[in-house]
Every structure is written in C-alpha cells, then in structure tokens.
C-alpha cells in the first residue's frame, strides 16, 4: 500500500526521536529476545547452527561482486521484503479479525516457521519464532510503522553478514 508507506514515512519524518527510540529499543529487545532464545536451545541441548544459517554463511566468498551483493540482499532486499509481506500484509490481513495480539501471534509465527529449512531442522522454530514474535511485537509497539522494523531487521542482519565478511579477510 504505497500510501500507508507514504503516511510512515511521513511519522518517521515528523518525529524522528521518537521512531529511533523505537528502533533502539526495539533493536535491543531483538537481541535480548536471541539471548533467550539461545539459552532455550542450549537448555534443551541444542548446539548445532541452523540449516537457514548454514546456507547463507556457505554463500560468503572473498570477492568484491558476492560481498556487495550479499550486502544488497541480506541487509537491504531481504528486511524491505520480509517485513512487508510478514508485518504490512500478513499482520495487516490478521489484525481486523483477530486484533494485535492475534496479528502478532501469526505474523510471527508464519516467519518463525518459513525461516526452518527443513523438518530435520524444525527445533529452529525456537530462534526463528521468538525474532519473528519480537519483530511483530516492535511493530505494533511502533504504531505499525514499517520503516522502524524494517531498520531493526536490517541491523539484525548486519550484524552476522559484518562477521561473516571479516572472517574471509
């Protein structure tokens, strides 16, 4: 709806305090919400990576055109995309019926569940879920603003894709 993201952009706009306090406080409960997440897992005597995250470090290799690429699609593709279809259509197509708690409870869910590679790898609903609960949670506490989430997810991306660069060089 390129209005609604013409009215968010507008709000982040007019009060940019405001929406960075969100994405900081919302970046910070993303990384407080793997905290748990990891402790989970490892409570449970899960230590392995996931499937998803194996497939995107196996992609990095030390040259220029993948690196500026994985940049473009892991940082920048991926949170635009991903957070328009979970949070604008999927959130938005939930929340008459079922209200922001429901919205938030299948938003992200769904992107929990799509984020595992495969059954064999399905205790990863684990990480995944909670990320996608947070990122749906932030979301709705930012007045379902789509540019503070879509802020959030691309540090949250950032974050590995830097790691995963430096560990080439």
Not at 28 to 41: D, E, G, P, S, T
Not at 60 to 65: E, G, V
Not at 67 to 81: A, E, G, M, N, Q
Not at 119 to 130: E, V
């Amino acid at each position: 709806n390129k209005r609604r993201y013409k009215h968010d952009f507008s709000e982040f706009k007019r009060a940019p305090k405001k929406y960075f306090g969100h994405v900081l406080s919302g970046f910070i409960l993303v990384y407080l919400a793997a905290y748990a997440a990891q402790v989970i897992m490892i409570t449970i005597g899960v230590t392995e990576t996931s499937q998803n995250e194996m497939a995107i470090q196996s992609m990095f290799s030390p040259d220029l055109i993948t690196i500026v690429s994985l940049f473009l699609t892991l940082v920048i593709i991926t949170p635009i995309v991903e957070e328009t279809v979970f949070r604008k259509a999927l959130y938005g197509l939930v929340r008459p019926s079922l209200g922001d708690l429901g919205a938030i409870l299948i938003s992200g869910l769904i992107f929990g569940f799509l984020h595992v590679a495969s059954w064999g790898d399905f205790i990863q609903i684990i990480p995944y879920g909670i990320l996608g609960l947070s990122f749906s949670y932030i979301y709705y506490y930012s007045g379902r603003n789509i540019y503070v989430i879509i802020i959030i997810h691309a540090l949250n991306n950032l974050i590995p894709y830097l790691r995963y660069t430096l560990e080439l060089f």
